[in-house]
Structures are given as structure tokens and as C-alpha cells.
């Protein structure tokens, strides 16, 4: 897309004149959605005209926005599976993209326990490119100086595998660092990271964020910005650092490097960067032996400006917890993007979390708006969506999804110009998450099933039960609470579960659960193990009358299957009974089910 020089930049003064660059290419694209809008969508029709997916619902050629949609329908994964399924299986005509699919990237979003796989072309790495290098010219409006110094991002590669057709399958994050665009950027003074390469690319997660953090602190003055892709990556940094600052400093008086880091691009790497530092490492060893961690990353990393992590959405429930590490640092939510496509950044990244905002970007693929909850059922272009109102959010991409149901909840705060601009409210059916894990209400009810077979020769059962998201110790972790109920034939305390049969119970719900939450336990752990928690019989009882005491209805009383309101917290814990722990891993590997 061609950017017209002439235009100012009402966002602020550039820092450069790349920067200028990058905020006329916004000011373009929003001054102009609905027009962008349109052109994409012929884009996208007219190539991918004769795709067995286009031609099924007979668009003749038409690539108006009219014939599209009332030709082709709104649909979710689970309509587009088949096709997929075969792009997997080997079939290379022209299913659903006219250009060929390069890779399969793997949603954290599931279907049938396994990652979805999103279909993706080379040339989507240009588009996460080019939206990318609008998030610095921005931040740059608000953060003088950030080419003073350099960033300390956890980023991570993580493990991929391939259809039975041999294509890749992987997070699109693995496969962008993966690409050239990524190991081979040019310089730029703005973007400069003390994480190496050959840290960011190492597969051993341990080793990856060991060597991460020695740079870090090694570093540690010229870290102006501090950042991981979501809240918890960061938290389990800070968690690293905690269990592992010992050999860290051992390392930085020494100049040498922990035998553990056995990678050899990694340890040649470090060979050349690391050297005897014994005051540094008298540091580290006095901030970190100190046992009051609050405000940590100020102490070692004083310079920071900013913590750049998303803590919006189920992301939220971190904000205390980076404020207390920061001393209350602004936390700058960049962009929101998925594995589907990229859709857009924030405009206004120092604002306070709650009030984040993303501005889609309407060159990035084809946005419709399905309203939520208010009656109407009249999906709605980009341009035409109202403020205050909630949406569903609805794609069409240049690599052959259409109208596809992302399942994010979105509302309209505001608009920068034509584009409007988007709180991200939810994502829907999601109950439990800690890291990038999402367990809904149904993968729940099936996990506490599975595990109560286990109780079945106890003549025990699962009255009730419900869940929370403990985030308070790092890793976070699942609990569940259980209200059971013994058959009054067998009702002596013998026949009662034993502490070990319900530990395996935990085990046996996270053997359950889906393969994204497997692979936080059991390859990222970025989830503690699962805990489950029996409650004395009754107080899920006292559970309604507290909620009908607060205006809820008897007759539509539901046993809420996720909580995290105070008093009921206060409550389901003063009548626990006994705790018990997953007290092994479940079973993960790279490898999908089907
Ligand atoms: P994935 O399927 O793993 O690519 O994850 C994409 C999903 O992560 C999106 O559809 C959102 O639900 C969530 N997400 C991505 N970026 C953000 C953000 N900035 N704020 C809140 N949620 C986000």
C-alpha cells in the first residue's frame, strides 16, 4: 500500500522519520476504513474466486460486499474442519486459498480438546510484519528516549509438529520468530532487545528463559522496557528469577555459564558475551536474597519505563501482581492479535488497563460485527458499528477463512477517525484460564466426571461442584471444589475417599482437560498442579441462599461452575474439609489426538 507523503500526523510528532512514516500509514487507513474495507474484501474475493470454498456458494465472480453476504455463510471452526482436515491430510487444490497454505498455526482456542489449526500463506507474515512495525512509532508518541537503551522481552519458541501431510503445525508466535522477517530485522534503534536470537529460538524452555534473564541482568541499566507477551510470561520470569538467582549470579561473577545450558548456538553465543562481573553479581545476590520482592524490577532494572504485556481480558487478573514486582509501573497493552489474523493496536498505549483500547486495522483482513446480546441479529460492517454496543467479532481472511466466528466479545469505546476503536470485553465460553489455556464450561463438567469414576467403588459421588483460578501463587492453578456425597448404606468414615484416591482425581481431571492446558503443565509449566478442594455437605446449599439473599431468583438459580467474588470465595474456604494435589503430570505430547 502505497503511503501518501503529504499527509501530517495527528496522532503527534514522529521521533523519526521512519515513525512518520509508520503513523501517516495509520492516519491512511483509518481516515479511509470503509473504503479499505471494501478493497480488501475484493482482494480476497477475486483471488480466491475459483477456490472449491467460494465456488460452493456460488459468488460467480462477485466480490461486493452484498452478494458476499447473502451468499456465504457466518460459520465457526467446527463448519470449516472438514476442509481443513483435508489441507492437513495432503489435498493441495485450492480448497479454501488460491495461494498455497504454507503452514497450519495452532490456536490456543480449542475443538475437541486439540489446538484449532488456523490455515495460513506466506505472505500473512508481511501483514504481522507490517503491524508490528507500527506498535514503536507509536509508543514512541508517549515514551521519549526508548532508543537510549533496549528492551528485555521472555520471548519463547515453542514446540511444533506436522500434519499427516508434512506441513508445519505451530503457534504463530514459534513461527514468527521462526521466519526471516524476524531473525534477520535490520537494526533499529528503537527495537533493540538484550534477549539474543539464539535464546529466543532455543526449544528447551528452561535454557530459553535462563539465558534470557542473564542477559537481562547483565543488561540490567540499559533495560528500558520490560515485557512478555502476556502477563503471566512475565510473572514467571519474575518466578525464575526467584529460584534461580543463585546460579544467575554464580554465572555473573565468574563469567562463565550454568552447565545446564547445553544448546550449542546458545552457549557459543554467551561464550563471547559473558564476562567475570563480581559487583553485579553482588548485587543480584543482595536484591534477590532480600526477602521482600516488592518492587523488584524497578530495583534491578531501574531504568524501566514500562511493562509491555497484555493485561487485558482474562489477563486482567495479574494487574495486582505486576503492580506490587513494578511498584506500579504503566503496563502498556500494545496489540490484539490471534493466530487467525492480526487485527489491530493501541493508539494509546500508556492509558490505564482498563481503559485499553484496540483500533483494528482495516487493511489486515475482512471485519464484520455480530451484535451480542442486545436482540439484533444484523451483522454490521467496520465502519458501521455503535458506540457503547457490544460485538462479536466475525473474519474474513486472505488465507480463506470466511466469515469465520473469531468468539471474541468486543465493545465500541470510541472511534480514531473512520475506524472504530474496541475494549475487548471476553472471549466467550471461556470459564477457567491462568496462562494461555481456556477451559470452558463443558471440558469442566467433563474432567469432574472422569475424575468421579474414580469414586464410584467408594459409593461416592460429586453433588456439586464449581472452580477459580488461583493466581495468587506462581504458577498459577486450578481449584476445584467438591461437595461429595457417600451412600448412606456405606456411610462409614472407612469407605470414605482416601487423600490418595482424590489426588489422583486431580490427576485424572487434568488427563482430561484440553491439550493447551496439558501444555502449560506439562512442557511451559505455566500451571501448578490442580487442587482440589472438599467442601463440608451443605455448603453449596448455603451457596443459593447467599445468592438469593442478594436478589438472585430460587427458580433460576444455577450453581455457578466458575467463581471469584469475595464472599463466596470466604465462604466455599471456611468449609473445606480436606486439600489435595494433582501429584504428577497428565499426558502431553507434541503429537494431536487426530
Ligand atoms: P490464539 O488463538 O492463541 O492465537 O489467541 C488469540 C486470542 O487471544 C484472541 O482471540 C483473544 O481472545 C486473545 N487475545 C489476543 N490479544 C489480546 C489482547 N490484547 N487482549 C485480550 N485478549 C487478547
Redesign the pocket.
Known amino acids: 500500500m502505497a503511503v501518501d507523503s503529504n499527509l501530517s500526523s495527528p496522532l503527534g510528532p514522529p521521533a523519526c522519520d521512519k515513525d512518520a512514516k509508520a503513523l501517516r500509514f495509520i492516519e491512511e487507513m483509518t481516515r479511509n476504513a470503509d473504503a479499505v474495507q471494501e478493497r480488501v474484501l475484493a482482494e480476497i474475493l477475486s483471488r480466491n474466486a475459483e477456490t472449491e470454498y467460494v465456488k460452493r456458494f456460488k459468488l460467480d465472480g462477485a466480490t461486493d460486499r452484498e452478494t458476499f453476504k447473502t451468499k456465504i455463510p457466518v460459520i465457526t471452526y467446527d463448519d470449516v474442519q472438514p476442509e481443513i482436515q483435508r489441507i492437513a491430510n495432503g489435498d493441495r487444490s485450492p480448497i479454501l486459498s488460491a495461494h498455497p497454505i504454507s503452514e497450519f ?5 480449542t475443538s475437541a480438546g486439540e ?2 489449526l ?1 490455515p495460513t500463506i506466506k505472505e500473512e507474515l508481511d501483514r504481522r510484519q507490517l503491524l508490528y512495525s507500527l506498535l514503536m512509532p507509536v509508543m514512541n508518541l508517549y515514551v521519549p528516549g526508548l532508543d537510549k537503551g533496549k528492551g528485555l522481552y521472555f520471548l519463547f519458541v515453542k514446540s511444533e509438529t506436522r500434519t499427516p501431510s508434512g506441513l508445519l503445525a505451530r ?2 508466535l514459534t513461527s514468527y520468530y521462526k521466519s526471516e522477517h524476524f531473525k534477520t530485522r535490520p537494526y533499529d534503534p528503537y527495537n533493540v532487545y538484550t534477549s539474543p536470537n539464539e535464546a529466543i529460538l532455543c526449544p528447551d524452555s528452561f535454557q530459553s528463559m535462563y539465558t534470557q534473564m542473564l542477559c537481562g541482568l547483565i543488561e540490567r541499566n540499559q533495560v528500558l522496557r520490560l515485557g512478555a507477551v ?1 502477563a503471566s510470561g512475565l510473572l514467571r520470569a519474575i518466578r525464575f528469577l526467584q529460584l534461580n538467582w543463585v546460579e544467575l549470579a554464580h554465572d555473573i561473577r565468574t563469567g562463565t555459564l550454568n552447565s545446564k545450558i547445553t544448546d550449542p548456538k546458545l552457549k557459543n553465543h554467551m561464550k563471547h558475551f559473558i564476562k567475570p562481573d563480581p559487583e553485579l553479581a553482588s548485587f543480584v545476590i543482595q536484591e534477590c536474597s532480600n526477602e521482600n520482592w516488592e518492587g523488584i524490577i524497578t530495583r534491578i532494572w531501574p531504568n524501566t519505563k514500562y511493562l509491555d504485556v ?6 486482567a487478573q495479574y494487574i495486582p501482581t505486576l503492580n506490587y514486582y513494578s511498584g506500579g509501573l504503566p503496563l502498556a ?8 489474523c492480526y ?1 489491530g493496536l ?1 493508539l494509546n498505549p500508556m492509558c490505564k488497563p482498563s481503559e ?1 483500547s ?1 483500533t483494528i486495522m482495516p487493511n489486515m483482513a475482512y471485519f464484520e460485527f455480530l451484535p451480542h446480546e442486545s436482540g439484533s441479529t444484523r451483522i454490521v460492517d467496520l465502519a458501521d458499528v455503535e458506540v457503547g454496543k457490544e460485538y462479536e ?1 466475525v473474519i474474513t481472511t486472505y488465507a480463506g477463512l470466511y466469515r469465520y466466528r ?3 466479545i468486543l465493545r465500541v469505546t470510541g472511534f480514531h477517525n473512520s475506524a472504530p476503536q474496541f475494549h ?1 470485553v ?2 466467550k465460553n ?1 470459564l477457567l484460564s491462568i496462562d ?1 489455556d ?1 477451559t470452558d464450561e463443558s471440558e469442566l463438567q467433563r474432567a469432574v466426571e472422569n475424575a468421579s469414576k474414580l469414586l464410584v467403588e467408594l459409593n461416592t459421588s460429586v453433588v456439586e461442584y464449581t472452580s477459580y483460578a488461583d493466581t495468587e501463587t506462581i504458577p498459577g492453578h486450578y481449584v476445584i471444589y467438591w461437595e461429595l456425597l457417600t451412600k448412606a448404606d456405606s456411610a462409614n468414615s472407612s469407605n470414605l475417599p482416601s487423600h490418595d484416591v482424590l489426588n489422583q482425581c486431580c490427576l485424572e481431571m487434568e488427563g482430561s482437560l484440553n491439550s ?1 492446558y496439558r501444555q502449560c503443565r506439562v512442557a511451559d509449566h505455566s500451571i501448578g498442579p490442580l487442587e482440589i478442594r472438599v467442601v463440608k455437605s451443605g455448603t453449596f446449599e448455603e451457596l443459593m441462599d447467599y445468592a438469593i439473599s442478594r436478589g438472585a431468583s430460587i427458580n433460576q438459580y444455577k450453581v455457578p461452575r466458575c467463581v471469584n467474588f469475595t464472599p463466596i470465595m470466604e465462604l466455599l474456604n471456611s468449609r473445606v474439609v480436606s486439600v489435595h494435589f494433582s501429584q504428577d503430570l497428565p499426558h502431553w505430547t507434541p503429537e494431536r489426538r487426530r
Open positions: 498455526l495452532t490456536s490456543s482456542g489446538r484449532k488456523m503457534p504463530v502476556f497484555i493485561v487485558t481480558g482474562a489477563m497493552c500494545t496489540m490484539y492479535a490471534s493466530s487467525e487485527f493501541n485499553v484496540y467479532l473469531v468468539g471474541d475487548f471476553r472471549r471461556v494461555s481456556k493447551v
